[in-house]
């Protein structure tokens, strides 16, 4: 039974589309077919952290309008032959979405993929809600920051009233995905803690993604980190989290950024 | 040079500032967003069932909710004057 999946936030700039890169890839490595969508019309990115900015032909509103068909606008991975992609419209605006468009999209996308990962643009307007408007699953990319654990709340809320399932009654199961994390900055009460942000927002940890070179440095080279660096911090949180997804029980690691011998001294006298 | 200025300084820790704020910040947005009339409904109604035995000045109503963590309280105030009159209505019937 096919799984759809948005990956939103809010605010932007928090990693949503290198987070749904990074997913898809890790469900695309454990040997799941999967799909993701980019709902960002007018400013796509995820073919260009994803490295297929330049094979994109058509795009989901080509798909929507009738333009082209579905085979054709979608762009296989060049390292994963079950991970694909369905690029936005760098051209046209937001309005030439329609949600009845979307939904045959994705009944179409869910008789060949087991996972429909659908990454939302930022905001709270027609591309952020048509992205979230039929999926069956969730994941709050959130950053340990004021602004953005406000923004996921107010999504929070958007995924309990605007989805198709919620209007049937049903619920969107909601993962939250902390990212940018460094706990040392927590420990030292720098920064929220995850407890905090679990207990501000109530919704079910799916990983935490720690701060890390290794997250630039794969979408500079377009290659999804789980792939660019699979044994890398980041690459691991974002495995455990797939993991996670797919019903396995991983233990939560809270990853620890290492420092040298003088800084852990000078900052624990600090503190 | 941070790192010396804080051996001596010893800054407070922001984190709990920054929770703080979140939490009352969000526990009012959550009641406007999650329900944005049902605070005016609940006046406006219950208001209607107690003038309808009670006369009241409709703005000695105050309806209001305080949510806690794990329990909310709905608190509904009712200014009465003293020497209660009994309504037209009800004395009517």
Redesign the interface.
């Known amino acids: 039974m096919a799984k759809v999946l948005v990956v939103t936030s809010g605010k932007g700039g928090v990693g949503k589309t290198t987070s749904t890169a990074a997913l898809g890839a890790a469900l695309a490595q454990l040997g799941q077919n999967v799909v993701v969508i980019d709902f960002d019309v007018g400013l796509r990115n995820l073919d260009l952290v994803m490295g297929a900015e330049r094979r994109v032909v058509f795009d989901l509103i080509n798909v929507v309008q009738g333009v082209a068909k579905l085979p054709q606008a979608l762009i296989r991975d060049k390292r994963l032959e079950n991970l694909w992609l369905l690029p936005a419209s760098q051209t046209r605006d937001k309005d030439a979405l329609t949600e009845e468009g979307v939904k045959r999209v994705i009944a179409d996308l869910k008789t060949k993929f087991d996972w429909i990962l659908c990454d939302s643009p930022a905001g709270i307007e027609r591309g952020a809600t048509l992205a979230m408007r039929y999926a069956d699953e969730a994941i709050i990319v959130t950053n340990p920051e004021v602004s953005s654990v406000r923004d996921s709340d107010r999504i929070i809320g958007m995924l309990d009233s605007k989805t198709v399932r919620a209007e049937r009654g049903e619920r969107v199961e909601k993962h939250l995905l902390v990212t940018r994390y460094d706990a040392g900055r927590a420990a030292r009460g720098e920064m929220l803690s995850i407890d905090d942000i679990l207990e501000i927002l109530a919704t079910p940890l799916l990983g935490i993604v720690p701060e890390s070179q290794d997250v630039l440095r794969a979408s500079n080279v377009g290659c999804p980190v789980t792939l660019n660096a699979a044994n890398s911090a980041p690459a691991r949180a974002y495995t455990d989290a797939v993991r996670r997804l797919m019903g396995e029980a991983v233990e939560m690691v809270v990853p620890v950024e290492r420092k040298g011998l003088m800084d852990r001294l000078l900052r624990r006298r600090a503190a | 040079m941070m790192?010396?200025m804080?051996?001596f300084g010893?800054r407070a820790?922001?984190?709990?500032v920054?929770?703080e704020?979140?939490?009352i910040?969000?526990s009012h947005?959550?009641g406007r967003?999650?329900a944005p009339d049902l605070l005016e409904t609940l006046r406006s109604e219950i208001l209607s069932v107690v003038s309808k035995h009670i006369d009241v000045d409709p703005d000695k109503v105050v309806v209001r909710m305080d949510r806690g963590k794990f329990v909310s309280m709905l608190e509904v105030d009712i200014e009465v004057p003293n020497g209660v009159q009994r309504s037209k209505m009800v004395a009517a019937t």
């Open positions: 790192n010396v804080r051996l010893g820790a922001s984190a709990p920054a929770r704020r979140l939490q910040l969000l947005e959550r967003s999650g």
